[in-house]
């Protein structure tokens, strides 16, 4: 990483700073959920009245695991950290920064988590104004993706998560997997809000939703379902199956 700039404070008071921040496969985050490397090319201006941050940055590399590393440990609201205890006397108002910044995504991003693996490519506009939730536009695509359900992988025929101007943290996404038996083609599609993400089963040829289900988790009817196989149906039934899959299903296994 390289950086310069310059601080300007004239007579009358007041002060300007700009610092030009670049680099070339920079190491720019190393921690347990993730590593990533990248060229950034961005210019952070600053005066008494806050900050801008602009530009973008490449990611040529990153291994993205969520889930990995020890949980977070928080601390109760009662307690109160040496030197930064509440109240107006000796309280510091922290400098107001509005980021405007495009990250994209090189040949060689990774995610590993929640059950979906993959490789990404895209880039996302983030505008993070002063005291607001970040929001970002654009799409991110998932390449050679497998998704892992009831201990069961499938292919990823299609995925990408949608930024459109809302908050970051909730984009839409639009993801299906496939499964193939024989003549039998069974789908399951998430599309929607990521917070509220709507499902549907799709075959050819027409089936139930059970016996969709069931094509996607055993590769077979749910009327040939064993014991043990017809539970493991009705619990993936009550939490995707909407209106009633489980009992539709226990009909049809039983």
């Known amino acids: 990483l390289s950086a310069s700039g310059h601080l300007t404070w004239p007579r009358e008071g007041g002060w300007q700073a700009v610092v030009e921040v670049g680099g070339d496969q920079a190491e720019l985050a190393r ?42 440990v928080t601390l109760s609201e009662d307690i109160v950290v040496k030197g930064e205890e509440s109240g107006d006397g000796g309280a510091r108002n922290p400098m107001a920064w509005h980021a405007k910044v495009t990250v994209e ?39 050679d993706g497998e998704y892992s359900l009831y201990g069961r992988t499938f292919n990823i025929q299609r995925g990408r998560v949608v930024y459109t101007g809302g908050p970051i943290d909730n984009p839409g996404i639009d993801v299906e997997v496939v499964k193939k038996v ?26 139930s939703d059970t016996d969709k289900m069931s094509y996607l988790l055993l590769g077979r009817p749910a009327a040939e379902a064993s014991g043990a196989e017809a539970g493991l149906l009705l619990r993936a039934a009550a939490s995707l199956i909407p209106g009633g899959g489980a009992a539709a299903l226990s009909s049809n296994c039983l």
């Not at 995610?111 to 970002?136: C, E, H, N, V």
């Not at 998430?190 to 050819?204: K, Q």
Request: glycine fraction near 12%.
């Open 31 to 72: 921690v347990p959920k993730a590593l990533i490397v990248g060229s950034p090319d961005l210019r952070l201006s600053a005066d008494e009245s806050g900050g801008t941050v602009e530009g973008r940055v490449l990611i040529s590399r990153a291994e993205l695991t969520p889930e990995a590393g020890r949980p977070e």
């Open 105 to 143: 995504l090189g040949d060689d991003v990774h995610f590993r988590g929640y059950g979906l693996r993959g490789r990404l490519s895209g880039a996302i506009d983030i505008d993070a104004p002063p005291q607001q939730p970040p929001r970002a536009n654009g799409s991110i695509q998932i390449h």
């Open 182 to 207: 024989g003549d039998v083609r069974v789908s399951m599609a998430l599309t929607g809000p990521l917070v509220d993400p709507r499902l549907s089963l799709t075959s050819t040829p027409a089936m």
